[in-house]
Nanobody, 123 residues
């Protein structure tokens, strides 16, 4: 059984910073790409940032230069440092991690989602 637990959301003012965390636990053999998505009511979930197992990163153009994704492989955790927050960053943020659990043999990773954490930025 694999679980993702997110933390770090909240209510902040424009210009403030927040740091989201997402920790994977359970019977994990390998973690591949780890990423963050966000969703607002009535809209599709969109990619915010992703980091590969080798450390390569990719960002949505709307957050480039303000957000930084990182990972701690020893802790099976991915982080999203969000600086200079804007009201349009308000959304539920979900982590997404590609995981190969122990005992399933050689196969592509499964996609796991966190429970979501609300980020609200007031103007």
């Amino acid at each position: 059984q694999v679980q993702l637990v997110e933390s770090g959301g909240g209510l902040v003012q424009a210009g403030d910073s927040l740091r989201l965390s997402c920790a994977a636990s359970g019977s994990i053999w390998r973690l591949d790409a780890m990423g963050w998505y966000r969703q607002t009511p009535g809209k599709q979930r969109e990619l915010v940032a992703v980091i590969t197992s080798s450390g390569s990163t990719n960002y949505a153009s709307s957050v480039k230069g303000r957000f930084t994704i990182s990972r701690d492989n020893a802790k099976n955790t991915v982080y999203l440092q969000m600086n200079s927050l804007k009201p349009e960053d308000t959304a539920v943020y979900y982590c997404n991690v590609e995981i190969v659990p122990r005992g399933v043999g050689i196969r592509p990773p499964y996609q796991y989602w966190g429970q979501g954490t609300q980020v609200t930025v007031s103007s």
